[in-house]
């Protein structure tokens, strides 16, 4: 059973930074497309960013493009997202997800993934 579990998460101030962390374990990480979704108080659920199982694709939200950064380091199990210039509006629970996925595309949809970690709570301030 595949596991994933983030952490990085916490309070912060506008135009600040957080980097946020996925470990993934009982699977082969290095076959996984990987994203990151998240999800602010009455919203819905909306992806942030994706990235495939070598590292050679990476996709963004538009909202989002220019300050954060996806990656991953499959020796590690563990991929990242590196969140620069954060805004008050970013504020959401940001989960990690996986698919086994060999392939250059990158996932967009929720129901396209089939492994998601709890999720942990980034919360930018004014």
């Known amino acids: 059973q595949v596991q994933l579990v983030e952490s990085g998460g916490g309070l912060v101030q506008a135009g600040g930074s957080l980097r946020l962390s996925c470990a993934a374990s009982?699977?082969?990480?290095?076959?996984?497309?990987m994203g990151w979704f998240r999800q602010a108080p009455g919203k819905e659920r909306e992806f942030v960013a994706g990235?495939?199982?070598?590292?050679?694709?990476?996709l963004y939200a538009d909202s989002v493009k220019g300050r954060f950064t996806i990656s991953r380091d499959n020796a590690k199990n563990t991929g990242y997202l590196q969140m620069n210039s954060l805004k008050p509006e970013d504020t959401a629970v940001y989960s990690c997800?996986?698919?086994?996925?060999?392939?250059?595309?990158?996932?967009?949809?929720?129901?396209?993934?089939?492994?998601w970690g709890q999720g942990t709570q980034v919360t930018v301030s004014s």
């Open positions: 990235i495939n199982w070598s590292g050679g694709t990476t």
């Open positions: 009982g699977g082969p990480f290095s076959s996984y497309a």
């Open positions: 997800a996986a698919l086994v996925l060999r392939s250059w595309s990158v996932p967009q949809a929720v129901y396209e993934y089939h492994y």
